[in-house]
């Protein structure tokens, strides 16, 4: 079983910038999709964006409320995916959640087996 690791949350202004870190340690990733998720106070768990295996397309998804702004993306190592946050607005807030499966890539949280403890992100002035 994955034991993945986020990091990167933390305080930023509206319109500033995170880049977010999901990571096993002693596993690659590039047989998984990788979803990242997150879930505000009060509200459902939803899908930001995932990217598929490397041993498909390889390709990308994202949610329409991010759509332009948040770049997902794999390390050259395989160890590594990445959630660039960019254009950051109040509304981003919550806790961020990777989460791995094997199969296509999805914005359903149940199809996912293994998950992060979560990172925090704020976005206030």
């Known amino acids: 079983q994955l034991q993945l690791v986020e990091s990167g949350g933390g305080l930023v202004q509206p319109g500033g910038s995170l880049r977010l870190s999901c990571a096993a340690a002693?596993?690659?990733?590039?047989?998984?999709?990788i979803g990242w998720f997150r879930q505000a106070p009060g509200k459902e768990r939803e899908g930001v964006s995932c990217?598929?295996?490397?041993?498909?397309?390889?390709?990308?998804y994202y949610a329409d409320s991010v759509k332009g702004r948040f770049t997902i993306s794999r390390d050259k190592a395989k160890t590594t995916v990445y959630l660039q946050m960019t254009s950051l607005k109040p509304e981003d807030t919550a806790v961020y959640y990777c989460?791995?499966?094997?199969?296509?890539?999805?914005?359903?949280?149940?199809?996912?087996?293994?998950w992060g403890q979560g990172t925090q992100v704020t976005v206030s002035s």
């Open positions: 990217i598929s295996s490397t041993i498909t397309d390889g390709s990308s």
């Open positions: 989460a791995a499966r094997v199969g296509i890539p999805s914005s359903k949280s149940p199809l996912y087996g293994d």
């Open positions: 002693g596993f690659t990733l590039d047989v998984y999709t």
